[in-house]
Nanobody
Framework: QLRLVESGGGLVQPGGSLRLSCAAA????????IGWFRQAPGKELVGVACISSTDGRSYYADSVKGRFIVSKDNTENTVNLQINNVVPDDTGVYYC???????????????????WGQGTQVTVPS
């Protein structure tokens, strides 16, 4: 059973950067497509970035393109989300999620993943 644990959240000033990590246990992330989602206060969960397992391609929500970078670290069995030039709208709980590449050749930014972490809070004051 795949288990996911996010880390790296915190308080960051506008214009700053931080890196979120999603550590996996129980299986290799090589076999999974990974999605990152954000839930802002009082709002629904939305996909912000994902990375496919089959070809390593990544996809981003329009609101984060050019600022977010998702990458896999196969040696650490983690997926990282680099967030640059943060803005107050980046505030929320960030979740990583996974779905087997056997049934998910291309990652998506919709809630179609099978495994989820517990989330990590990111706060950007206005």
């Amino acid at each position: 059973q795949l288990r996911l644990v996010e880390s790296g959240g915190g308080l960051v000033q506008p214009g700053g950067s931080l890196r979120l990590s999603c550590a996996a246990a129980g299986s290799s992330l090589d076999d999974f497509a990974i999605g990152w989602f954000r839930q802002a206060p009082g709002k629904e969960l939305v996909g912000v970035a994902c990375i496919s397992s089959t070809d390593g391609r990544s996809y981003y929500a329009d609101s984060v393109k050019g600022r977010f970078i998702v990458s896999k670290d196969n040696t650490e069995n983690t997926v990282n989300l680099q967030i640059n030039n943060v803005v107050p709208d980046d505030t929320g709980v960030y979740y990583c999620s996974a779905r087997s590449a056997l049934t998910f050749r291309r990652c998506v930014l919709e809630r179609q993943y099978d495994f989820w972490g517990q989330g990590t809070q990111v706060t950007v004051p206005s």
